[in-house]
């Protein structure tokens, strides 16, 4: 079956820092999102992506769909302890019901 | 207004006990899922329906068993708990223009002991 390899599982680091994670598949989806888990709660849609080599904005976050259509990544820029949380990139593909997800990056951020 | 709520949010019970989940949307939207995330955060689809009609299985045990009595509800009851049932489950909706944009709702943890 499709599956997501992300990486890196967690992320240590200071307040202010640039974040980098990354996703990539064993298959070719048409759309990739990134959604983020704060705890106690479902994950929430951080940015969806349609178009290979498109790069999307939302606030401090920016997010490209790879050329290739098997792999997106995920920055967040001067990070804010309010960033903790596990960041899932997934893979969808237009007109199914199925999302695929990867396991997660765990963000710490140190104050 | 939550736009997708379950309950309960915690369930703790025995082994070979029958529970249920609920699940409720108030977004209009056509379909609904069921999602499990295990110790480990991974998150696995296991049913989706679109409509009331059951369009993913996931191969998951016939012990779960959801029931969508109309679009905007789906609950899921689970037969003879095992101590491997024990996880989050978290419903979500989307509208089928969109059905990669999901709403999750804020999950139910199930402890089975």
């Known amino acids: 079956g499709q599956q997501l390899n992300q990486s890196p599982q967690s992320m240590f680091i200071q307040e202010g820092e640039d974040v980098s994670m990354n996703c990539t598949s064993s298959?070719?989806?048409?759309?990739w999102l990134w959604y983020k888990q704060d705890p106690g709660e479902g994950p929430v849609l951080l940015i969806a992506?349609?178009?290979?080599?498109e790069l999307t904005s939302n606030g401090r976050l920016t997010a490209q769909f790879g050329i290739t259509r098997k792999d997106s990544f995920l920055n967040i820029s001067a990070s804010i302890p309010s960033d903790v949380g596990i960041y899932f990139c997934?893979?969808?593909?237009?007109?199914?019901?199925?999302?695929?997800f990867g396991a997660g990056t765990r963000l710490f951020v140190k104050a | 207004d939550t736009a997708v709520s379950q309950t309960p949010k915690y369930l703790v019970t025995q082994m070979g006990n029958d529970k249920s989940i609920k699940c409720e949307q108030n977004?209009?939207?056509?379909?609904m899922y069921w999602y499990k995330q295990d110790s480990k955060k991974f998150l696995k689809i296991m049913f989706s329906?679109?409509?009331?009609?059951?369009?993913i299985n996931e191969t998951v045990p016939n012990r779960f068993s959801p029931k969508s009595p109309d679009k905007a509800h789906l609950n899921l009851h689970i037969n003879s708990l095992e101590l491997g049932d024990s996880a989050v489950y978290f419903c979500?909706?989307?509208?089928?223009?969109?059905?990669?944009?999901?709403?999750f709702g804020s999950g139910t943890q199930l402890s089975v002991l």
């Open positions: 979500a909706s989307s509208q089928n223009t969109d059905r990669e944009k999901l709403f």
């Open positions: 298959s070719i989806f048409n759309t």
């Open positions: 992506l349609y178009k290979a080599g």
């Open positions: 997934a893979g969808h593909n237009t007109g199914g019901f199925k999302t695929i």
């Open positions: 977004l209009g939207h056509d379909t």
């Open positions: 329906y679109n409509n009331k009609e059951l369009i």
